[in-house]
């Protein structure tokens, strides 16, 4: 049988150390894995210090020659979150799960956003490259649905 090399890569980054830390530390889980689609939740705080999760999918074609297509997602009713319903918080969690054109979460690292207004030409150190995992996006995913609680700290302790 011909394993698909994307296919084995997605399987190779589920092993990855720092990956299964993530999802030994609660930090993320993966809901569901059919190559190509991989559905997963990242665990968040909101603005208000409450811990949540939000639920993505990713379509991982030709996955790591090209970057993923992720969308925050609702598993419930198997589509896009609804827009009241995104994550709210700070400009940069505002901006990475605003509605737009393509509607996939707005970063440099994603296959619709990085061309977008040539955001990966300028955040190359969040652009995507084919030797970055899948930890470097659910990483990234979690540093901003947690930047609530480090925004909420700074306020706390002024």
């Not at 190509?36 to 208000?48: G, Q, R």
């Not at 790591?64 to 969308?71: A, F, L």
């Not at 996939?104 to 955001?119: K, Q």
């Amino acid at each position: 049988m011909i394993v698909d090399p994307s296919a084995a890569r997605v399987e190779a980054d589920f092993q990855d150390s720092d990956f299964v830390s993530g999802l030994e530390t609660g930090r993320w889980r993966v809901i569901a894995y059919t190559f190509p689609t991989l559905d997963f939740a990242i665990s968040a705080t909101e603005p208000d210090g409450s811990h949540s999760e939000y639920g993505f999918r990713a379509e991982l074609s030709n996955y790591p020659g090209q970057s993923p297509t992720v969308r925050i997602w609702d598993h419930k009713v198997n589509q896009p979150l609804a827009i009241d319903r995104r994550p709210k918080g700070g400009q940069r969690v505002l901006i990475t799960f605003q509605h737009w054109g393509s509607d996939t979460v707005y970063r440099p690292w994603e296959r619709m956003t990085g061309p977008h207004n040539n955001n990966a030409a300028n955040y190359p150190h969040l652009a995507w490259r084919p030797e970055r995992r899948l930890t470097f996006i659910f990483e990234d995913l979690y540093g901003i649905l947690n930047s609530n609680a480090r925004a909420r700290c700074v306020r706390t302790a002024a």
